[in-house]
């Protein structure tokens, strides 16, 4: 599938005036060394890790056209031979929109590609990365009935492509029905109705999903805050119906006490072929983002079986004008409905950093994390302790130098320690 879209931008970009595009081209090179690649205990491996990437990226904004696509292709070696050296397109987005009716109907188009670790505490080589290609399609019927109301229809063909082969690769269609009514200038109303069919079950479970919420958000003092409540009801064809409540906050608020908050809370169903949508749980001023993802470690999850989902994230960060820091937490609970697997993990991390000159950022940065997974027959628990002292120079405007040493410490049910430590060093040049 992905090699397919891949070749459709391609022809979509040659057919295009080149002075249209909005083109980004940049060359990545990383190189790291381990003294215990494998997080071995007893047989430690060194090795050191070389990664060569193109980041690729192109923008078009017409009156009834839209395009926006960004590619990424890594070129990894292991001068050891620990790993087998690979090349791959790591991640993927892209969006075409059609505006076939001016402010009423668009076809939209959507490609993505995520990468999430099979083991969470094992190290990021192919043989322990997992990808979903997901492809959307379909028509957006946006209509305005007047200025405080609005009524949007979407309806979408999904198909999910999994490279685990425990998971499904599922083709699906889904509706969705919104209707928004502005309360006051800053507050705004939401009712929404959804329907969901597997048309392709690909050997796993087949259901009919039905789901209605309310929603409300509002602009405070610096900040927003955004509530919705509703319930989710799966009808299978072959198996018992399900029915679960659903939930989300998010609350983004600037000026507290001179720091910036962020508190979230989601509640979600969703399958395993498809996975969840990213929950963002801090976001800190230009360094990156904590975001949870489902991890599957128990190969008693049927290929497609449903999952409950409970996310909590709250962050704190301040940006003085010599230094700044951060912190967050993290809380993931994942249950799957057929089978008697749970999982919980807990997530804490600490940054402070500082800038030595104006093009220089020295930074300090720990995390703790503890993960279990239970089921009939097993039971397994992870806790990982690491420590990271980086550095960022931006030598021009387009090219940056970056290095880094860590620490980091696992230990398994037993108590087993762990360790392993590395050295980063990488370089970034933004040719457009």
């Not at 790591?90 to 590609?113: A, C, M």
């Not at 425990?166 to 329907?195: C, H, K, V, W």
Request: one cysteine or more; aromatic letters at 10%.
């Amino acid at each position: 599938m992905s090699r397919r879209l891949l070749v459709a931008l391609c022809i979509i970009f040659w057919n295009l005036p080149v002075h249209a595009l909005d083109l980004g081209l940049t060359l990545g090179s990383n190189s790291e060394y381990n003294n215990n690649a494998t997080f071995n205990r007893e047989d430690k491996q060194e090795e050191v890790e070389q990664i060569f990437s193109l980041d690729v990226s192109a923008v078009e904004t017409r009156k009834n056209f839209e395009l926006n696509t960004a590619v990424s292709l890594e070129r990894r070696s292991y001068l050891n031979g620990v790993f087998e050296d690979e090349t791959s397109v790591s991640t993927g987005v892209g969006v075409l929109n059609f505006n076939l009716i001016e402010s009423l109907l668009t076809w939209e188009t959507s490609y993505n590609r995520s990468e999430e670790l099979d083991d969470p505490f094992g190290p990021q080589v192919e043989e322990n990365l997992d990808r979903r290609d997901t492809f959307e399609t379909g028509p957006t019927l946006f209509y305005v009935i007047s200025e405080i109301d609005r009524v949007t229809f979407s309806s979408r063909y999904i198909n999910a492509e999994n490279s685990d082969p425990s998971l499904a690769d599922t083709e699906r269609s889904n509706s969705q029905l919104a209707y928004f009514r502005y309360l006051s200038p800053l507050t705004e109303a939401n009712i929404s109705l959804g329907y969901e069919d597997i048309i392709k079950p690909d050997g796993g479970r087949n259901y009919d999903k039905y789901s209605a919420s309310l929603g409300l958000t509002r602009q405070i003092s610096g900040g927003s805050l955004a509530l919705s409540a509703g319930v989710s009801r799966l009808e299978d064809e072959a198996g018992p119906e399900e029915t679960s409540n659903t939930y989300s906050f998010l609350l983004q608020k600037q000026n507290v006490l001179a720091h910036s908050v962020l508190l979230s809370y989601n509640e979600s169903l969703s399958d395993t072929s498809l996975g969840f949508a990213p929950v963002d749980v801090l976001v800190i001023e230009d360094d990156g983002s904590s975001t949870p993802t489902l991890v599957l470690v128990e190969e008693s999850y049927e290929i497609n079986s449903v999952v409950k989902r409970r996310v909590f994230g709250a962050g704190l960060s301040r940006d003085l004008a010599t230094f700044d820091y951060s912190l967050s937490y993290s809380w993931e609970n994942d249950e799957a409905v057929e089978v008697y697997d749970v999982s919980y993990s807990k997530s804490y991390s600490f940054e402070l950093g500082t800038r030595i000159t104006p093009s220089s950022r020295l930074s300090f940065n720990s995390e703790l994390s503890k993960s279990s997974t239970k089921s009939l027959v097993t039971l397994t628990r992870n806790r990982s302790l690491s420590h990271t002292v980086g550095i960022n120079h931006d030598a021009t405007e387009t090219f940056r130098i970056s290095g880094s040493c860590s620490y980091n410490q696992q230990k398994d049910k037993d108590d087993q320690p762990t360790d392993a430590f590395s050295v980063n060093l990488g370089l970034v040049w933004t040719i457009l």
